[in-house]
């Protein structure tokens, strides 16, 4: 396991630095004076000297000594400087990324639990009335785009019933869970509805796949109840590719996620993208998506260990 | 004369086969009505997509226009229908550039094999960290918003499936018997990658292409809403959105927002039933 677990780490490892280089060279061709975005904007008084700045932040170095500095500051947590506001970028983005966290983890919650009961519904019956109206669902949820339904949604539940607020994340000034869950309901509801068809397809396909196997049929020979057949034979074994499409739909996640921000006004790191790039501010792009793939990239290692965990086949590949 | 003869049969019985599939029908259906609808555009509007009235602005659904006008009085019916021969265009593009590169660097990896094999595969690992929304706000962001631009940055960021599909394919093709007499006979690398394997690897490549169109239409549709995708000046069917953003015109003009976001869905849900039963067809196992 350890062996295993090592040579994933170093498989890994070029991917993060190669992801940085693309990340830096990003940097490189955005249009602006690198300097801007290096240090801190107060610094930058009337008699400043630019040149000897220039020659402290080694910007007259060769390119590659260039990129080590860049990396080194990253690793020490220096993300630079925003170009529009010259805040300081980790500042920003520690105060955006709860609010991301909360939706994105609420919908991936919500998605995991009614996509795996869907599918586990939809192929105890395969090709019956509950199944179609499962398949149905499933086609609509990866068909509909999300930010359409989220105004549906708003139109709807927010306008004309108003059984929820139309968007933002709190009221100002309160601070109770109650308001917190009303707010976060229908974007978490909405994000999570293209995952939950994924989830749920996926789910059955590979149900159905597995009630196929010689296994399933020892144990129903055996007199084991069709329930207990269902819930300890084979969806132990079904749930494993789920796990694999729940990582593969983490960078889908993401993307959803910035769009859904915008339309319920949602307070995260995906506006904060699109302010971002309306206002053409470089470095914040560039930064932001060097964490998001990273995070990606370490969500994808993490599910990796638990399938090795979960399924010794994997080990020995 | 034979082999022609023979591959009409199979077209005919794949036809046949398809035909028994409903949903797939009903999706083709809705892809050849709202396509032919776009392309004729021209005869089923008079309204021209870009003709501001100021003197009609906002107006609700009547006989005069079909599906309202917008807050500077152009005909959403005819903005629909034009906006929607760019973005099926923009997404088919698309599609067909990422499967391009994809069946390329698929092939090419799967059959090499050794380093190039491992570039490209750690260079997939790379495109497949970065979600895809950013990597084209990025691209944008650096580039300008541009029909061209748009369409190579869902290139770029979307071959790895048909990479990854390709690739496969060669890995268990490239040792068969049939593929060491042609090197046996000296035929050149490129000759039997491309003449002689490819077309056997070839055929899952095209359910992915339409459900990859069906992804791009939307992934348009949700850049033009943001305003991020084509210049907010031309119609397609993500900026005719655009104007939703604003709580006002969800709350109180409907159709500016609820039309052309039905259509969408309703292409994009024919689009994926459609590809869903072609996979049914060539690959029953799944």
């Known amino acids: 396991m350890l062996s295993y677990f090592i040579k994933r780490l170093l498989a890994v490892i070029p991917i993060l630095v190669l992801t940085s280089i693309i990340v830096f060279a990003g940097l490189q061709l955005a249009p602006g004076d690198p300097l801007t975005h290096l240090i801190d904007p107060m610094e930058m008084t009337a008699d400043f000297d630019r040149e000897a700045l220039e020659e402290e932040y080694g910007l007259n170095d060769p390119i590659y000594v260039q990129y080590f500095s860049w990396a080194g500051s990253l690793i020490q947590g220096e993300l630079g400087y925003s170009l529009v506001n010259g805040a300081k970028i980790s500042d920003v983005i520690f105060r955006r990324l709860p609010a991301t966290f909360e939706l994105a983890g609420a919908a991936l919650f919500i998605s995991s639990i009614l996509g795996i009961l869907l599918g586990l519904i939809s192929s105890i019956k395969p090709n019956s009335s509950i199944d179609y109206f499962g398949q149905g669902f499933g086609v609509l949820g990866v068909s509909i785009p999300d930010f359409f339904l989220g105004i549906c949604a708003i139109q709807i539940f927010a306008v004309t019933l108003g059984w929820f607020p139309v968007g933002g994340r709190l009221e100002y000034g309160t601070e109770g869970f109650l308001d917190r869950a009303d707010h976060l309901i229908m974007p978490a509801l909405i994000l999570g509805f293209s995952l939950t068809a994924a989830v749920m397809r996926f789910t059955r396909g590979s149900m159905l796949d597995i009630l196929n196997k010689d296994y399933i049929k020892t144990a129903r020979s055996k007199g084991i109840p069709e329930r207990v057949v269902y819930a300890k034979h084979a969806l132990r074994n079904a749930l494993m590719p789920v796990v694999l499409i729940l990582m593969f739909r983490l960078p889908f996640l993401v993307g959803g996620t910035i769009v859904i921000e915008r339309v319920f006004n949602w307070p995260g790191m995906g506006s904060m993208i699109i302010e971002a790039v309306t206002g053409n501010d470089y470095p914040v792009i560039m930064v932001t998506t060097l964490l998001v793939s990273y995070v990606i990239l370490l969500a994808s290692l993490l599910v990796d260990l638990i399938t090795a965990l979960l399924d010794p086949r994997v080990r020995f590949e | ?286």
């Open chain 2, 1 to 286: 004369m034979k082999s022609v003869t023979t591959r009409s049969s199979i077209v005919q019985k794949q036809w046949s086969n398809l035909k028994r599939n409903r949903l797939a029908v009903f999706g083709l259906f809705i892809i050849v009505v709202l396509g032919l609808a776009t392309i004729f555009a021209d005869l089923l509007t008079s309204y021209s997509p870009n003709g501001v009235d100021l003197s009609n602005r906002v107006q609700p659904p009547s006989t005069e226009h079909f599906l309202g006008t917008d807050k500077l009085g152009r005909d959403v019916f005819s903005r629909v229908l034009y906006g929607g021969r760019l973005s099926i265009t923009i997404g088919l593009c698309g599609a067909l550039g990422a499967a391009f590169l994809g069946v390329i660097f698929g092939s090419i990896g799967g059959y090499f094999g050794g380093w190039v094999d491992r570039i490209l595969l750690r260079l997939s690992e790379v495109v497949m960290s970065f979600p895809a929304l950013v990597l084209i706000m990025i691209f944008i962001a650096i580039f300008g918003q541009d029909v061209f631009n748009l369409i190579i940055v869902f290139a770029v960021t979307g071959w790895i499936g048909e990479y990854r599909l390709v690739r496969g394919r060669f890995l268990s093709l490239k040792n068969e018997y049939f593929v060491e007499s042609c090197r046996a006979y000296g035929m050149s690398n490129l000759r039997i990658i491309f003449g002689q394997i490819l077309p056997n690897a070839i055929t899952p490549v095209i359910v992915s292409v339409t459900l990859a169109t069906a992804l791009y239409v939307i992934a348009e549709a949700g850049l033009g809403y943001l305003g991020l995708g084509v210049p907010p000046t031309t119609p397609t069917w993500g900026n005719i959105l655009n104007s939703a953003q604003s709580i006002d015109v969800v709350r109180e003009y409907w159709w500016l927002w609820l039309f052309p976001g039905s259509v969408i869905s309703l292409f994009v849900l024919g689009v994926n039933t459609f590809g869903d039963g072609l996979r049914d067809l060539i690959d029953p196992n799944q």
